[in-house]
């Protein structure tokens, strides 16, 4: 939504509101998950990237519901008001349960929306409540988007039923990961990821079917596919000079017998991991 249209942050929330009943149009069950900005600089993974994308000097802002919106750059260069903006969304939705949920038999899951980011509730039209299953110290929404993607396909399991998964997200380690972990959905039928935007002149939204792009790798390929991605550049490594993702993809795709170390990337040796990343 555009920030620019909206005098305060009551006005905002309202626009939330709005953009998650859409949601609703196809399915009973929403679930809306943020980034946590709470933790210490020394203790974020990308603590190096907020410090470049953030201004010099920041002002924390008061974000309650009549208060004026302020300029939108300066509010957001702050970890502390992008982590109180996301508390207000999250107080404000748990307090106008009406205003939300316009049909019954109809809920929402906020992951990371609290004064504690590690909680997890489900609002309906009658009542909040805790999702203690589901609480995750998780730093990003990436990672944590998958929690409850697997989640979903255990109460699919449960229910006895093929069921299907919509993930609307612009970020391409989200799109990795899904592939990646789509071979251990036992339930979801089909995974599609919503990407692109539109606006008044075009709409440059598309689905891109995880479980058909699943499918068309190899289980090996499928497995050292974060690894690979991380290795070419993603939120928190740098990408390799002059080597492009598709020219590394078509290398793996190739040969991939080669990079059979990578599906232990995260435990393997710095000489392993080294020799595999040369190889690329």
């Known amino acids: 939504f ?7 942050f009551g006005d905002l929330a309202k626009s939330y509101i709005t953009q998650l009943q859409s949601c609703f149009r196809f399915t009973d069950k929403v679930v809306d998950v943020f980034d946590r900005y709470d933790t210490s600089t020394e ?6 990237e907020r410090h470049r994308r953030s201004a010099t000097t920041t002002k924390k802002f008061h974000i309650a519901e009549g208060r004026t919106v302020p300029d939108w750059k300066k509010c957001l260069s702050s970890n502390k008001n992008k982590q ?17 949920f316009q049909e019954e038999n109809k809920c929402l899951v906020l992951a990371g929306a609290f004064s504690n980011p590690e909680i997890v509730r489900q ?10 299953d ?13 929690l409850h993607v697997i989640h979903s396909d255990k109460i699919f399991q449960q229910l006895n039923i093929r069921g299907r998964i919509i993930i609307k997200c612009s970020d391409t380690d989200v799109l990795v990961l899904c592939v990646h972990y789509f071979k251990v959905l ?19 939204r598309r689905y891109i079917p995880i479980h058909e792009l699943s499918k068309s790798l190899s289980p090996l390929l499928a497995n050292i596919l974060p690894a690979v991605h991380a290795l070419t550049g993603c939120d928190t490594t740098s990408a390799i000079f002059g080597f492009g993702k598709k020219t590394v993809f078509k290398l793996i795709r190739k040969s991939p017998s080669k990079f059979t170390n990578l599906q232990n990337f995260d435990k393997i040796a710095f000489s392993t991991s080294l020799s595999a990343a040369i190889e690329l």
């Open 134 to 146: 589901l609480f995750c110290s998780h730093e990003e929404a990436d990672t944590r988007i998958l």
């Open 84 to 100: 109180a903006l996301i508390t207000f969304l999250g107080d404000y939705l748990s307090s106008n349960l009406s205003d939300m």
């Open 2 to 8: 555009d920030v620019k249209r909206m005098s305060t």
């Open 43 to 48: 203790h974020s993974i990308k603590s190096a």
């Open 186 to 204: 036992v339930s979801t039928e089909q995974m599609w990821f919503l990407t692109g935007s539109t606006n008044s002149l075009r709409d440059c």
């Open 123 to 132: 609002l309906s039209n009658e009542h909040v409540i805790d999702l203690p």
